[in-house]
């Protein structure tokens, strides 16, 4: 397809020319070559709509490089009228969705909304949030969908104050936000509530502009404060607290008044069942705090209180499996078709290093030689190669952020950055011949890139589209008390199995393979990887050979570990030990790859997994878990 001619600046960020004709010249561009050679288009987000118009929350699972994000845009520019919401995850997606948009039905209908809007625009939000509700298309990132007052963003006020037709989110977003306070802000906001009314909570009415003063009650009739805290400036305070802002404002009335429903929701639900039962004329104000048993709650997409919401992401049906609040649309249209090669860097995995306590700098040196050596070798086979890796060597505790499933880096020596230093030292000379010049920043200069597991850039981006081969340096993996977590918040029932699944599908379909005529893809993974895993993940993405046969690297017939992995798939969510228990069963028993059941004589299950004592009790965990995986193991 034939690229568009941006201007950027100096940092290759996009120049936007609102004027006449360059709007005129972008609109002609995205007519008669993106939309002419786009796999999706508007018709089909109608079909979901028609055949699914039941109102509620929706996952539409289109694959990388299908069009969503096209498909969307001729959608909202048919039907703007509607009111709509579009989401995505980062800034430059929103302004250059936002450029495409007017383009077509011009600036006086659609606003954008993100951190870096110029500062007039900031303020006059502020002071008057429904200068957002005055248009009929918002453009906002992820973050701010999750951050803000529903009412804010799901209300148009054209003509009368309605709700906006429909949120269309572009790639998963991190769907909930959590809200931790102290005991000092609770006594704060619990001084200040004299009543609350919960049968008055739902949906969100417009707040009435009365001076700023008695505006401190969020909602007339809804939330009542107390006299005394209104002369001590305590129910100002209150609303700071419960916005998460250190100032006074509209907008954040809006969002205390959002994030005290939830709040009121969250403490009404440690009171007993009979006080519960009699619960609508209940106040806060007797409640103690010891009786609250954590002090955090959940700003979440499952339970906004808005109309229709679709997700267009192509792994939902993974991350939000048998979710109870989300309907999974998943047409074979637009799944996915993978071509290439895949294979196994045997006796390499950054693991040994990687989690090893106290890792030393001479260690972390040698490392980085190796796995150097090792990426210069597949670059001499690739034309552009990227690197997937973990940021940093060890994951200490608290790591990862439960409101993404990501990582936050505490460890001062980096893996990626340290791998990338010693490129720009070795790398010139050792693909080129030629001595890297200064300090020369390595970017695909020498057709290498890299991104970490979770960094963002494993989702939605195109930057590493001229990537010819992948290779995935280091097992990946989070918490199992993140997926838990998430699966609280979202009803659903996603795996530890799933998330990797999901994460190494959409950081391959950042690679060649996206584009509008995809071409074969080399996929590498060093030997920390599960079989299992590699194995499932071949199947998501339907991979195949360049003639198109099954694409596979291992043989059912010898491999163990991969028999039992395909047929029990949640085999790998085991603990590594549990694993080797059962491969160990499975070595003596070949029929468990076919069959769900196992009746096993106490002497011959401790002769092959020995335990301290010969009694049964002692393998009731192996046996609980092993069921939970479908496999029945009975010990005669």
């Excluded at 069009?67 to 969307?72: L, P, R, V, Y």
């Excluded at 000092?184 to 619990?190: D, E, F």
């Excluded at 969250?266 to 006080?275: A, H, I, Q």
């Amino acid at each position: 397809m034939k690229q568009y001619s941006w201007k950027r600046n100096k940092k290759g960020e996009i120049i936007f020319d609102y004027t006449d004709a360059e709007l005129s010249k972008r609109k002609n561009y995205l007519k008669q070559v993106v939309d002419a050679n786009s796999k999706a288009n508007w018709r089909d987000i109608q079909d979901i709509i028609i055949y699914q118009s039941n109102p509620g929350k929706k996952v539409v699972c289109w694959g990388a490089g299908s069009g969503k994000t096209t498909a969307i845009r001729q959608y909202i520019t048919k039907n703007y009228k509607q009111g709509f919401v579009y989401a995505a995850r980062t800034i430059d997606e929103c302004n250059l969705f936002y450029y495409d948009l007017i383009a077509f039905i011009g600036e006086s209908r659609v606003v954008k909304w993100h951190s870096q809007i110029d500062k007039s625009t900031r303020e006059s939000i502020d002071r008057n949030p429904s200068y957002l509700m005055s248009r009929y298309v918002l453009v906002m990132t992820h973050e701010k969908l999750i951050q803000e007052s529903p009412y804010v963003y799901s209300t148009l006020s054209i003509s009368d104050s309605v709700q906006r037709e429909y949120i269309f989110v572009d790639e998963k977003p991190s769907f909930y936000k959590s809200h931790e306070f102290d005991e000092t802000s609770v006594a704060t906001i619990m001084n200040c509530v004299s009543e609350i009314k919960p049968d008055k909570l739902s949906g969100y009415k417009k707040i009435p502009a009365e001076n700023q003063q008695k505006a401190v009650k969020i909602l007339e009739g809804k939330l009542v404060l107390k006299e005394a805290c209104v002369e001590r400036n305590e129910a100002e305070t209150a609303v700071k607290i419960l916005s998460g802002s250190s100032e006074f404002s509209e907008i954040n009335r809006y969002r205390a008044y959002a994030n005290l429903k939830i709040f009121y929701d969250y403490v009404l639900n440690f009171r007993d069942t009979s006080e519960r039962e009699h619960s609508a004329q209940s106040t806060l104000s007797n409640l103690k705090f010891s009786e609250i048993a954590e002090l955090k709650f959940f700003h979440s997409l499952s339970t906004l209180d808005v109309p229709n919401i679709l997700i267009f992401d192509g792994t939902g049906d993974l991350i939000l499996r048998n979710s109870r609040v989300w309907q999974i649309i998943k047409p074979d249209k637009y799944s996915y078709n993978f071509k290439g090669t895949v294979g196994i860097l045997n006796q390499w995995s950054v693991e040994r290093t990687r989690t090893k306590d106290n890792v030393s700098e001479e260690e972390i040196n040698t490392a980085v030689i190796e796995i150097i050596d090792r990426i210069i070798e597949l670059k001499k086979k690739s034309d552009n190669l990227l690197v997937v890796i973990w940021k940093s060597f060890k994951p200490a505790e608290g790591e990862f952020i439960e409101e993404d499933i990501s990582n936050q880096y505490t460890k001062e020596l980096s893996l990626k950055e340290n791998l990338i230093e010693t490129l720009k030292k070795r790398i010139s000379k050792d693909l080129t011949g030629d001595e890297i010049v200064d300090d020369e920043i390595l970017k695909n200069d020498h057709g290498i890139m890299f991104t970490s597991y979770q960094s963002g850039k494993t989702r939605g981006t195109s930057e590493f589209s001229s990537a010819d081969s992948i290779v995935f340096f280091g097992k990946y993996f989070i918490p199992n008390s993140a997926i838990q977590l998430y699966n609280k918040v979202n009803f659903s029932e996603m795996t530890t199995f799933d998330n990797t699944i999901a994460e190494l599908t959409q950081t391959t379909y950042r690679t060649r393979i996206r584009s509008d005529d995809p071409k074969p893809v080399n996929i590498y993974f060093t030997d920390d990887w599960d079989l299992a895993v590699i194995d499932q993940f071949l199947k998501y993405i339907n991979a195949k050979t360049v003639d198109g046969d099954p694409l596979e690297i291992y043989d059912y017939t010898t491999n163990v570990e991969r028999k039992i992995g395909a047929k029990y798939p949640k085999f790998i969510d085991l603990r590594s030990n549990l694993r080797a228990d059962i491969i160990s069963l499975a070595q003596e028993y070949p029929s468990l790859a076919t069959t769900s059941k196992l009746k096993i004589p106490l002497d011959k299950i401790s002769t092959i997994i020995p335990r301290s004592k010969r009694k049964r009790d002692r393998y009731q965990t192996l046996i609980n878990r092993a069921k939970e995986c479908g496999l029945d193991i009975e010990i005669i």
